[in-house]
């Protein structure tokens, strides 16, 4: 049989990454509507799963017709749902919508590169599934009151262009050092917001691992997230905003995990790569260079920190090869 549309390899690559982010997301939708006494919640965690569902599937017919075989990701095997709550308060939609943020923008890069129709059908719908549930899971923590706002501005009232570059000056230990702008302000906000609820997360996964160097691994990057939750905070005391970007939930003392350490450190994996991305495109926006050099030092941390996630997976069989090239050298040494 001839396909008429076969995929590239930049489309099995996306169609690969994105099988397992969702069949991880899935697990993790299970355990927490397992544990949930929030009928609202339920409902939209419920809504997701039931969506994401259907685009596996249609991922499945369409790794068959394709003679390409399915990736393994996330089963049953690696969620617990006879586990006790490990979170509290909020921290399932919490969660949920941190995901979201993460599919947004795994899904703009995997339509860049797609080019058969029925993959673009697929990350077209799986890009309007995030962008409703984030904006819902934002307007249920905000009606709960688990989500902090960005800190409030006086509205600009005419137009001003940078004069010179000493707006660009951060290092300046005393007096005129320029107070930071709304960009900034919302970059600094999103990323204490980002690691209070990856500490929280990692926290959890640290009670319950199984594996003594993944327990160790989640201790390190719960060191990791309060290191950089420290330096935005500073950042923005020194221009006199104070505000807190910690939610509302909590994490029990509950030591049972819900999660197979496989599935807690791909998790982790994840979240390090959408931080390495959104820490470079929140700089690309950032004016003042001591902004810049602070979050560049962090990044190179984030980047060995995620190094070091790989080798522990490698270690312990639970990274999943992606799809090779053809070995073309090694085809022609063996003929």
């Known amino acids: 049989m001839v396909l008429t549309n076969p995929l590239s390899a930049s489309e099995v690559g996306s169609l690969w990454l994105t099988y397992e982010e969702k069949t991880l997301i899935m697990r993790i939708l299970e355990y927490f509507m397992e544990k949930s006494e929030e009928q609202q919640a339920r409902n939209l965690m419920g809504g997701l799963w039931q969506e994401l569902n259907f685009y596996v599937q249609q991922m499945e017919i369409l790794f068959k017709e394709q003679g390409m075989v399915k990736p393994a990701g996330f089963t049953k095997d690696d969620v617990n749902l006879e586990a006790p709550k490990l979170y509290d308060n909020g921290f399932d939609i919490m969660f949920i919508r941190v995901l979201k ?24 719908g799986l890009t309007t599934i995030t962008q409703k549930i984030y ?16 800190p409030k501005v006086t509205m600009p009232k005419k137009v001003e262009f940078i004069k010179n570059k000493s707006y660009m000056k951060g290092f300046k230990p005393f007096g005129d050092k320029r107070v930071l702008n709304t960009l900034e302000v919302g970059t600094l906000h999103h990323a204490i917001e980002s690691n209070n609820i990856g500490l929280q997360l990692i926290t959890g996964f640290a009670q319950c691992a199984e594996h003594k160097d993944v327990k160790q691994y989640f201790v390190k990057g719960m060191k990791l997230a309060k290191k950089q939750i420290k330096v935005f905070e500073d950042l923005l005391l020194e221009s006199n905003i104070h505000f807190s970007a910690t939610s509302g939930s909590t994490v029990t003392t509950s030591t049972v995990a819900p999660f197979s350490d496989k599935l807690m450190m791909h998790t982790i994996y994840l979240l390090n790569g959408f931080s390495l991305v959104g820490n470079t495109f929140g700089t690309f926006f950032t004016l003042r260079n001591d902004i810049n050099t602070k ?41």
């Open 295 to 335: 979050t560049a030092l962090m990044a190179s941390d984030i980047f060995l920190y995620g190094q070091e996630a790989i080798e522990i997976k490698i270690k312990h069989g639970w990274f999943e090869e992606p799809p090779q090239m053809e070995d073309r050298t090694g085809i022609i040494k063996k003929s």
């Open 135 to 150: 904006k819902l899971s934002t307007l249920y923590l905000l009606e709960k009151g688990i989500l902090a706002l960005p």
């Open 101 to 124: 943020e993460v599919s947004m923008g795994m899904y703009t890069m995997n339509m860049n590169m797609a080019y058969n129709d029925r993959v673009m059908m697929i990350f077209e």
